[in-house]
Every structure is written in structure tokens, then in C-alpha cells.
Nanobody, 124 residues
Framework: QVQLVESGGGLVQAGGSLRLLCAAAGRTYDRDAMAWFRQAPGNEREFVASISWNSTMKLYADSVKGRFSISRDIARNIMYLEMNTLKPEDTAIYFC?????????????????WGQGTQVTVSS
């Protein structure tokens, strides 16, 4: 069983930066794609970014492209999300997820393991 634990969330001013981490424990499928999603109160769960096992394939939501950067350290079983130029609309709970296959995708139905989430709050 794979367990995912997010960390690194917090409260920051608009224009600031944060780095989120997702640590994996238990049985690991190293070649499976992983992703970040986020959900604000009253909103649907929203795709943020996805990454392949060797980091050669990446997808970003249009709302974060150019500001966020996803990366992965296979040896340490850690995935990162570097968030720069943060905006109040980035405020949400951020979730780490692991896919059932090697393919990067924005579809949340492709992911079968989820973390508990970490809160990111951006003040104006």
C-alpha cells in the first residue's frame, strides 16, 4: 500500500513563494505518473501539474504555467511543487496524487492514491 504525505504549506503574502513536498512510503511504482491537485472551499478539485517517472513529461494548468514548477526525486521518493509569484486565487488545499499508469494526465480519475493535503493561503 502506498501512502502519500504532503508538507510545506503555509501563509504567505501575494508575490511570495512556497515549496510543497510529497513523500511516498510503502510499495512504490516508480514509473507511474504523479500530480498535484488543489481545492478551494466551495470549488471543484482542480488540476495543477503532473509529472512522469523520469521528469521528461510535464503538464501544467494554464493558471499556473510559468509560475509553478513540478519536479521529482525518484531516489528519495519525493515530489516537489515550486510555487512562485503566488496570487490570492492560489489559496487552496493542495493534494498529492499517484496515477495508475505512466501517463501524465489532467484527469483526476486516473489517480488512485491521494494524500491528506496541505493548506496554502495567500494574502493580498
Amino acid at each position: 500500500q502506498v501512502q502519500l504525505v504532503e508538507s510545506g504549506g503555509g501563509l504567505v503574502q501575494a508575490g511570495g513563494s512556497l515549496r510543497l513536498l510529497c513523500a511516498a512510503a510503502g510499495r512504490t511504482y516508480d514509473r507511474d505518473a504523479m500530480a498535484w491537485f488543489r481545492q478551494a472551499p466551495g470549488n471543484e478539485r482542480e488540476f495543477v501539474a503532473s509529472i512522469s517517472w523520469n521528469s521528461t513529461m510535464k503538464l501544467y494548468a494554464d493558471s499556473v504555467k510559468g509560475r509553478f514548477s513540478i519536479s521529482r526525486d525518484i531516489a528519495r521518493n519525493i515530489m516537489y511543487l515550486e510555487m512562485n509569484t503566488l496570487k490570492p486565487e492560489d489559496t487552496a488545499i493542495y493534494f498529492c496524487a499517484r496515477a495508475r499508469s505512466i501517463y501524465v494526465t489532467k484527469d483526476r480519475r486516473a489517480y488512485d492514491y491521494w494524500g491528506q493535503g496541505t493548506q496554502v493561503t495567500v494574502s493580498s
